[in-house]
């Protein structure tokens, strides 16, 4: 009778001993604002254990549970509003070490998304995913608790914090159990490549005017007559006595 007592006081101990939580980065975890929305009871449950699973929170709803504010399936309902200390800040292509306790391992799948926290949902596709995570059936994989995920390109969205988390989510169909760790963050713009210097184009000289240079007469090699200046006459009716018209006057080309 006592062995069997002993096995089942171990059997209920491995339900409520944390089973898997991420450690670093700092994710989200309980305060004020997970006890009002959740509840004492869920409160209680997971101040004491963080690495609880989602079916087991799901059990002790009760008094103090608002369903509008705490969504256990997204980050087991912790709340951003206890988080502020712990905002993450990331650059898309930024390549993210990511730690994981693992307590007790249950075979099961597993990923990292990032998490439209208004809707619940992922944006894009799974930054890492494992088909074989923590399983029972053969040694632990060292990969399972410490990887590198890389910072996606999210398009304009996560520029704010509390749009977006990088959620860890474990799943073990073999036992019914879920676990989940939010790190708040927002991303910002990957910086615009500098413009490659370039010696300035010189300015142009600003315009001056020159006098215009007084003609000369160029040398000939042949004689050219001189005409008297002329002035114009008033106009008569009367023909004009013929006169006759002086010789020329010639210079020599020197």
């Avoid at 006081?9 to 450690?23: E, N, Q, R, S």
């Avoid at 608002?66 to 200390?85: M, P, V």
């Avoid at 391992?105 to 619940?120: E, Y």
Wanted: charged share 15%; net charge negative.
């Amino acid at each position: 009778m006592f062995a069997r007592n002993t096995i089942a006081v171990l059997a209920l101990a491995a339900t409520v001993t944390a089973h898997g939580f991420v450690t670093s980065p700092t994710p989200r975890t309980t305060g004020p604002a997970y006890s009002a929305a959740c509840g004492q009871a869920i409160f209680n449950t997971q101040n004491s254990d963080h690495g609880g699973n989602v079916q087991d929170l799901l059990q002790k709803r009760g008094e103090g549970f608002d369903a509008s504010k705490c969504n256990l399936w997204l980050c087991k309902g912790y709340q951003f509003d206890d988080n502020l200390a712990s905002i993450q800040q990331f650059t898309p292509g930024q390549v993210l070490p990511i730690k994981v306790n693992i307590v007790a391992p249950h075979t099961g799948t597993a990923n990292v998304s990032v998490v439209d926290l208004a809707s619940n949902s992922v944006i894009g596709s799974e930054l890492i995913f494992f088909n074989d995570y923590a399983s029972v059936h053969h040694p632990a994989v060292a990969h399972d608790s410490n990887f590198e995920v890389t910072i996606p390109d999210l398009a304009g969205k996560c520029t704010k914090p509390g749009q977006c988390a990088l959620q860890w989510y474990w799943d073990s169909r073999e036992v019914n159990q879920t676990y989940e760790s939010c790190i708040d963050f927002p991303s910002s713009s990957p910086a615009a490549p500098a413009p490659s210097s370039s010696p300035a184009a010189p300015s142009p000289a600003p315009a001056t005017t020159q006098p215009a240079a007084t003609p000369t007469a160029s040398p000939i090699d042949t004689y050219e007559p001189e005409y008297p200046a002329t002035s114009a006459a008033p106009i008569s009716t009367q023909e004009p006595t013929p006169t006759a018209a002086p010789a020329p006057k010639c210079r020599k080309r020197m």
